[in-house]
């Protein structure tokens, strides 16, 4: 069974910098595709950046684009998002979620099947 562990999420100032990791168990990985969704309070859950692991092909959400950077490292099993010039509207629950494969609608919730716990990321301002 997938298991996906996300960690990293803490209080930090407006203009800093996070790295969240999602750490991927349970199966080869190879041919995943892993992405990041985040929650606001009172929000649906949106797409932020999404990460092919074969190519380490990437794809972002226009309201990241340029801020956050995803990564992943084989040997770890490991995604990454890198977050930079954070701002008081990142302020969510972030969490990773995988499917086998490639989706061109990547930036749907409803085509994960495999979702972490979610990790808090707190911008102050």
């Known amino acids: 069974q997938v298991q996906l562990v996300e960690s990293g999420g803490r209080l930090v100032p407006a203009g800093g910098s996070l790295r969240l990791s999602c750490a991927a168990s349970?199966?080869?990985?190879?041919?995943?595709?892993m992405g990041w969704f985040r929650q606001a309070p009172g929000k649906e859950r949106e797409f932020v950046a999404a990460?092919?692991?074969?190519?380490?092909?990437?794809y972002y959400a226009d309201s990241v684009k340029g801020r956050f950077t995803i990564s992943r490292d084989n040997a770890k099993n490991t995604v990454y998002l890198q977050m930079n010039s954070l701002q008081p509207e990142d302020t969510a629950v972030y969490y990773c979620?995988?499917?086998?494969?490639?989706?061109?609608?990547?930036?749907?919730?409803?085509?994960?099947?495999?979702w972490g716990q979610g990790t808090q990321v707190t911008v102050s301002s």
């Open positions: 979620a995988a499917r086998k494969y490639y989706s061109n609608a990547y930036h749907l919730r409803h085509e994960y099947p495999y």
């Open positions: 349970g199966s080869s990985f190879s041919s995943y595709f």
């Open positions: 990460v092919r692991w074969s190519t380490s092909n990437t």
